[in-house]
């Protein structure tokens, strides 16, 4: 007789985020304005079935970053190349990581099986590296009966933290703001009256579907303030002050916003994209994007680490419904993609598989 207990199945999903302002100063402390763009966008299966889940690396702490001689035995076990930061990689160590770090704190995560499936572009700025180790965290914490459903402010506090960890594991040094988005559907430190008294901005986000590491764009940014500090902090400190000044044109903006604010809001997508820029996380494609769209009176900037990726363009509320089909046909006619959002999601949330859309289900094999 098989004693076995059913597979069970865990359904989560984690939103992506559009960073307004504050992308890598972020990094070094500074203000950040961002925002969920998706609803239900990066979703992973977790069943609990009885294949072999392996390897065992000493002495983890969710307070320490992964350390250099754990993630390298990761990466053996693995058969992963030193170095190596194709995306299945660094998915597969972070996916390790997370699964043993998790199973030596809180007892040993059942064998499971992981399908993720993503609507998110992934490597393009728009945080799918933090929804994926939101879902991870939040799967594997539930598997193992760390958190409860529904989750209460420790629970989701847990699974932030361990998606950290997932991200430091992609990123090297992220902020932590991604991963906070992930998992309360807004940035960390924002209160929740925040959302009721900003007004609903109306963005297109395009991407320039140039690839880049958001790692590799960090530590080119950190390189450059380690040669040219009395250069560079002086520009993070004004992406800083755009942040700031965004923020309070966005709280000033009455309930039905008024056109008058939105030069400002242009403007400071302007300057902030040739700060950018000097940091070095720009791109010819961005450029091109910002060029295209201006053409069509409309400002762009890039969204997230940069260096290819996506760019973000601020629409103007009702009237001539903005984009026209010429900037959507200039903006393909380069190659790119683009499509309008409404920024605001919820957090991690976990899913009946009887809710789930019948194209969800088919890419999850569940169907
Ligand atoms: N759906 C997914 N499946 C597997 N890996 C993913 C997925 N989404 C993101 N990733 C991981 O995140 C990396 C991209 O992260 P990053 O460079 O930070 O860009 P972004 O977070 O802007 O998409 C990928 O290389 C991959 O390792
Ligand atoms: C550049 C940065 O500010 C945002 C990176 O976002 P993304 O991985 O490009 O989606 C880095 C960070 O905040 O960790
Ligand atoms: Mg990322």
Redesign the pocket.
Same mark, same amino acid.
């Given at each position: 007789m098989n004693s076995e207990p059913a597979p069970r199945s865990l359904v989560v999903s984690a939103p992506g985020k559009v960073i307004l302002h504050g992308e890598h100063a972020v990094v070094h402390g500074d203000v950040v304005l961002v925002n969920t763009a998706f609803k239900s966008k990066?979703s992973l299966v977790a069943k609990c079935l009885n294949s072999a889940l392996l390897a065992s690396v000493a002495d983890f702490d969710e307070s320490k970053s992964p350390s250099a001689e754990q993630l390298d035995a990761l990466r053996e076990f693995a058969g992963i190349a030193a170095e190596s930061s194709a995306? &299945?990689s #660094? @998915?597969t160590l972070a996916f390790l990581y997370m699964c043993l770090a998790i199973s030596a704190k809180y007892g040993d995560v059942p064998s499971v099986d992981i399908i993720?499936?993503?609507e #998110?572009p992934? $490597? !393009? =700025? #728009? $945080?799918?590296? !933090? @929804?994926?180790s939101v879902c991870v965290a939040a799967a594997l914490l539930a598997a193992c009966g760390a958190v409860a459903c529904p989750w209460t402010e420790e629970e989701l506090s847990l699974i932030n933290s361990w998606a950290f960890q997932g991200e430091r594991v992609?990123?090297g040094n992220p902020s932590g703001v &991604?991963n906070a988005v992930g998992t309360w559907g807004r940035g960390p430190g924002d209160d929740v009256s925040l959302a009721r008294r900003v007004p609903t901005l109306r963005i297109l986000l395009t991407n320039t579907k140039v690839p880049r590491?958001?790692?590799v764009l960090v530590a080119g940014v950190k390189d450059k303030i380690l040669k040219f500090p009395a250069i560079m902090n002086p520009v993070l400190d004004s992406i800083n002050a755009i942040s700031q000044e965004c923020q309070s044109v966005l709280e000033a903006m009455p309930g039905n916003p008024s056109p008058e604010y939105y030069p400002v809001l242009e403007e400071l997508f302007d300057i902030n994209q040739h700060h950018l820029n000097v940091l070095g996380v720009g791109h010819p494609c961005l450029d091109r994007l910002c060029r295209v769209t201006a053409s069509h009176g409309l400002h762009s900037k890039l969204t =997230? @680490?940069g260096g290819g =990726?996506c760019g973000v363009t601020l629409l103007r509320p009702g009237g001539a419904e903005p984009p026209s089909a010429a900037t959507y046909r200039d903006l393909c006619a380069c190659g790119f993609e683009c499509w309008e959002t409404n920024i605001g999601a919820p957090g991690v949330s976990l899913h009946c598989p009887s809710a789930l859309k019948a194209e969800v289900l088919r890419a999850l094999g569940m169907s």
């Open positions: 990066n995306p &299945d #660094l @998915a993720v499936w993503s #998110l992934t $490597g !393009a =700025g #728009l $945080g799918s590296s !933090a @929804a994926y992609i990123h &991604d590491s958001t790692k =997230g @680490a =990726g």
